[in-house]
T-cell receptor
């Protein structure tokens, strides 16, 4: 089942912050985050593996609450280059779906000067 | 590192013909490759999982005979759209998982193929 992302779209000015949420109805092994620019392939941002894990590089970070089956992506001091569609991809715990990701519907982030 | 090459990037074909799309991992071995289809402004829909040396696993609703997948080596998977029709027009993307990987690394995507059937 497809994870649910919120919000569907965000409009920011440079320097502002944003949070994108990803919620799953299934127990998760990991959550991936990707950014896709128009007409291009998705680019990997980060993967979160453990309950309560937080990761980040530069001004983009993420958290994963294993119990709530939720992940959030935090973008701080946004730059024009952050514009794009953000997808979370979930890898369910156990079962036969080893490594197979199901992607959320995407969040369109637009950063204006 | 972790580069996936997908070819062609764009293809226009006539209705009823077949089109082959290649996905190659250039600097790592990919035991598993995934094929996705994406409609404009929509999410990535998994079509099938391609495992080297074995039959592909198709998602529910995806026609096996229409979307032929072959994963002949650890670096190459191909998707052939047979007897293409206008409704098959879409953006097709592959992604590759490193051998033995489930942790640490994200999946690398190919650059995608824009298929237009006329």
């Amino acid at each position: 089942q497809q994870p649910v992302q919120s919000p569907q779209a965000v409009i920011l000015r440079e320097g502002e912050d944003a949070v994108i949420n990803c919620s799953s109805s299934k127990a998760l092994y990991s959550v991936h985050w990707y950014r896709q620019k128009h007409g291009e392939a998705p680019v990997f941002l980060m993967i979160l593996l453990k309950g309560g894990e937080q990761k980040g590089h530069d001004k983009i970070s993420a958290s994963f609450n294993e119990k709530k089956q939720q992940s959030s992506l935090y973008l701080t001091a946004s730059q024009l280059s952050y514009s794009g569609t953000y997808f979370c991809g979930t890898d369910p715990a156990g079962g036969t779906s080893y490594g197979k990701l199901t992607f959320g519907q995407g969040t369109i982030l637009t950063v204006h000067p | 590192g972790a580069v996936v090459s997908q070819h062609p990037s764009r293809v226009i074909c006539k209705s009823g013909t077949s089109v082959k799309i290649e996905c190659r991992s250039l600097d790592f071995q990919a035991t598993t490759m995934f094929w996705y289809r994406q409609f404009p402004k929509k999410s990535l829909m998994l079509m099938a999982t391609s495992n080297e040396g074995s039959k592909a696993t198709y998602e529910q609703g995806v026609e096996k005979d229409k979307f032929l997948i072959n994963h002949a080596s650890l670096t190459l998977s191909t998707l052939t759209v047979t007897s293409a029709h206008p409704e098959d027009s879409s953006f097709y993307i592959c992604s590759a998982k490193r051998q033995g990987q489930r942790t640490r690394y994200g999946y690398t995507f190919g650059s995608g193929t824009r298929l237009t059937v006329v």
